[in-house]
């Protein structure tokens, strides 16, 4: 249980304890990994390619089926998965893409809203081929947040994008989350990233988590010295020299 400010006690939005998984009999990539997120709050996870980040996100977002025995997992009832790619359906136009699967009379009606709140008001008849990269990015993020997630999972969602779209998509995804407070977790190479998003950078190495930063900065600019004073102590982490 999570201490909040005023001394109660909330229940954590993810639980993971004690998860395993391997491939291969050659060796686990998570070796008994505990993590808990608390409700609304947003943690980036960082790691050297291949420490189980990505193996980790598809346990939570329900698409490991080989992992259950392995650990305890416990994740809210309404989980949304936003990858590197769109994953639009190409045959659908984009408001039919964001209410997918939706019920309800009013599905419509909040398809538009949420294209609305990604800056893609006008483009509801258009088809996915049609928008741009960084387009493709936000309605794929309307149609996660649509569904209103307790549990927001990403995994590089701006790895394909050009340095100037992935800055206006870190501002768009901040105002979404403070309006719909989802837990996130967010997967990333980028380490400023990971700063200017996220309350808490988790680090995982070897399978497990190897440093859990709460991310206190009073100013996200990247030339502030309490910035650049994470960042060094995170590369460092990552066995990267700050000025490589
Ligand atoms: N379905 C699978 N079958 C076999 N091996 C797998 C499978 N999925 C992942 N692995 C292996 O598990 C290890 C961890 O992969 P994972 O994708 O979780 O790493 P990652 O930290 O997300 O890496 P990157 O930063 O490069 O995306 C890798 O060695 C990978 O080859």
């Known amino acids: 249980m999570a201490a ?68 305890r997992i416990s994740v809210p009832e309404q989980v949304s998965v936003v990858f590197q790619d769109s994953r639009l359906l190409p045959w659908k136009r984009i408001l039919d893409n964001v209410t997918f ?60 994008l050009d340095a100037l779209t992935r800055i206006r998509m870190h501002a768009l995804l901040r105002k979404l989350c403070e309006a719909h407070r989802p837990a996130v977790l967010l997967v990333t190479h980028d380490v400023d990233e990971a700063i200017v998003l996220a309350d808490r950078v988790i680090l995982l190495d070897a399978g497990v988590v190897d440093t859990d930063v709460r991310v206190e900065l009073a100013n996200r600019s990247r030339s502030d010295a309490g910035f650049a004073a994470l960042r060094s102590l995170l590369l460092d982490r990552l066995g990267v020299a700050a000025d490589a």
């Open 4 to 71: 909040d400010a005023g001394g109660l006690t909330t229940a954590p939005a993810v639980r993971v304890r004690g998860l395993h998984r391997s491939f291969n009999k050659d060796g686990g990539v998570l070796n008994g990994l505990d993590l808990d997120i608390a409700p609304g709050e947003f943690v980036a996870l960082i790691g050297r390619s291949g420490t189980g980040k990505s193996t980790l996100l598809r346990a939570l977002a329900g698409l490991d089926r080989d992992v259950s025995g392995h650990g």
């Open 101 to 160: 699967g939706l019920r309800g009379p009013d599905a419509g009606d909040r398809g538009r809203q949420a294209l609305a709140e990604v800056g893609l008001a006008g483009r509801e008849r258009a088809w996915p081929y049609e928008l741009s990269g960084g387009e493709q990015q936000r309605a794929a993020l309307a149609r996660s947040l649509v569904r209103e997630p307790q549990l927001l999972l990403a995994d590089e969602p701006f790895g394909a």
